[in-house]
């Protein structure tokens, strides 16, 4: 995450736009991202500053809790770029009721189901305003972590093998086919 890359490039090697980060210690710990044009949740907190890229749990959003998280993004990034105190932040509860709220309808949203996937997410930054409506300045590219995430994925995964870059040797997309919400 040294230096900023521009959206294009991004794109070209397979980063996808994170919509909203919830939590960030040492990079993202919890947010909203798309994998494989699907916006997903994504949890991680076992990590090592020397990877490359962290082990996230990761399950699908619907379209209702996407609508949601980036309205109450919206306003954290009003919060982050006003002359706003800390004891004015929305986070604090009792600061912005509809952020409030927000924070209620999302909380069961946020929960990672009972069957989760576990995916290697690597970060990049773009080069532009770190807080924006848009999401911000994260992206991530995701692959499997190991052969055991592909069993995770389902009976239909267990025993495909990874090639060189971490992708099932069948030559299916990160192994993500099946996930369509």
């Known amino acids: 995450m ?4 521009n959206e294009q ?7 996808e736009r994170a919509y909203a980060v919830l939590d960030w210690y040492d990079g993202p710990r919890k947010g909203l991202a798309v994998i494989n044009g699907i916006p997903h949740y994504f949890e991680g907190w076992d990590y090592h500053p020397a990877n490359a890229a962290d082990e996230y749990d990761v399950w699908p959003a619907s379209e209702a809790a996407v609508a949601m998280e ?12 006003s002359d706003a105190g800390r004891d004015e932040h929305p ?11 927000l924070e209620v309808l999302l909380a069961p949203h946020r929960q990672p189901p009972n069957h989760v996937r576990r995916l290697a997410g690597e970060v990049r930054l773009d080069d532009g305003d770190r807080y924006r409506l848009d999401g911000g ?10 052969e055991a995430s ?22 299916t997309p990160n192994g993500l086919q099946q996930d369509q919400g």
Not at 137 to 146: A, G, Q
Request: proline share 6%; glycine share 12%.
């Open 70 to 81: 980036r309205e109450q993004w919206a306003i954290y990034v009003r919060y982050e770029i």
């Open 150 to 171: 592909l069993a995770a994925l389902g009976p239909e995964c267990e025993g495909l093998a990874l090639d060189g870059t971490g992708n099932p040797a069948d030559g």
């Open 9 to 15: 490039q991004l794109i070209e090697d397979g980063f």
């Open 91 to 101: 986070a604090n509860g009792g600061v912005n009721a509809r952020y409030d709220e």
């Open 137 to 146: 300045d994260l992206w991530m590219r995701w692959r499997p972590s190991s």
């Open 2 to 5: 040294s230096q900023p890359w």
